[in-house]
């Protein structure tokens, strides 16, 4: 059975494709990926993370030693966010700074632990062996 994604809403196993497929075209740009958040700005993304935790923007200020105004700024696209909050902003969410900045595609440990495996083989022939093992193992 495969298990789905609450944040892509698609399969492991199809969300394994794609990102494997990018790696083979020799790409990790989020462009790649179908299921980036590119439709929404900075603001909306922190403002989606945040509910998705089910946090209050009092809640999220309190947790970062802010006012809720300013994170009310900071989801409404009012005041520039200097990296250093992002980074923060990033942690306390449980997302990254490149999903928070640019919609770039959010990947669990377990893909990136994948990700790494497969980028360990090293040799091309053997990537590819690998690869189309795990197409197997999805029945692809």
Do not use: C, W
């Not at 794609?18 to 989020?30: C, E, K, M, P």
């Not at 990947?107 to 040799?123: A, E, P, W």
Request: charged share 25%; no cysteine.
């Amino acid at each position: 059975m495969s298990m789905i994604s609450r944040e892509t809403g698609m399969t492991h196993a199809r969300y394994l494709d794609i990102v494997t497929s990018a790696l083979l075209i020799g790409t990790g740009r989020g462009d790649v990926f179908v299921f980036g958040d590119k439709d929404h700005t900075v603001g909306e993304r922190i403002r989606l993370k945040r509910k998705s935790m089910g946090l209050s923007q009092e809640e999220l200020a309190e947790r970062m030693h802010v006012t809720a105004a300013l994170i009310s700024n900071y989801e409404n696209d009012k005041v520039d966010i200097k990296s250093s909050v992002m980074r923060e902003l990033a942690e306390h969410l449980g997302t990254t700074v490149a999903y928070l900045i640019d919609g770039d595609p959010e990947i669990d440990t377990d893909i990136k632990n994948l990700i790494s495996v497969y980028l360990m083989l090293g040799r091309p022939n053997v990537q590819k062996v690998a690869l189309e093992q795990m197409k197997i193992l999805n029945g692809v």
